[in-house]
């Protein structure tokens, strides 16, 4: 059999909040839209811009990275595969079809303050031992004492990372 290839490459902004749910077996959902650019010219010589709109779905700890830092405006970059879905409509008894993009990597490419109402950097949370975060409401550097105290007092490990 010859070699095939289902990868999917975007970089756009997040069109709504994502919508978060887990399945009977406990397995996490997240469900968003991304939406990406052209920009071409007319017959008239003008600059156009037309928008497209994917779906994508994310499972697992990519749709806990999706609840915990991505909402509408995001700026993200996703490598997936596309993947089509067939069922039954239950009224009319019509096939329907949906094609989604699986996640299966994505990288927060917005700043804290772009899209979000705290700003801010991220810290670990001090009384826990879990991988849990939470974002202080002030500047990382301001926090540890200016920009110099800060990056000789970081100490980051892989848990520190959110994705």
């Keep these: 059999m010859a070699k095939s290839v289902n ?3 975007l970089l756009g902004n997040v069109g709504k ?3 978060i749910r887990s399945t009977p077996n406990g397995v996490m959902v997240a469900n968003f839209t991304l939406a990406t650019s052209d920009r071409f010219q007319d017959a008239g010589g003008n600059w156009q811009d037309r928008t497209e709109w994917h779906t ?3 499972f697992k700890r990519t749709a806990e990275i999706v609840r915990d830092y991505v909402k509408k405006g ?3 970059y996703i490598e997936g595969k596309l993947q089509t879905r067939s069922w039954d ?3 009319t008894g019509a096939k329907k079809y949906r ?3 699986i996640v299966n990597d994505l990288s927060l490419l917005s700043g804290r303050d772009e899209g979000s109402s705290g700003a801010g950097g991220y ?3 001090a009384s826990s031992s879990s991988s849990s975060a ?3 409401q002030r500047p990382a550097a301001a926090a540890a004492g200016g920009p110099d105290e800060f990056a000789q007092s970081a100490e980051i490990s892989d848990d520190d990372i959110p994705f």
Excluded: G, H
């Design 7 to 9: 990868k999917v490459i």
């Design 89 to 91: 409509d239950k009224e």
């Design 134 to 136: 939470s974002f202080d």
């Design 123 to 125: 810290t670990r949370a």
């Design 17 to 19: 909040d994502p919508e």
């Design 99 to 101: 094609t989604e993009i």
């Design 56 to 58: 994508l779905v994310a």
């Design 74 to 76: 995001t700026k993200l």
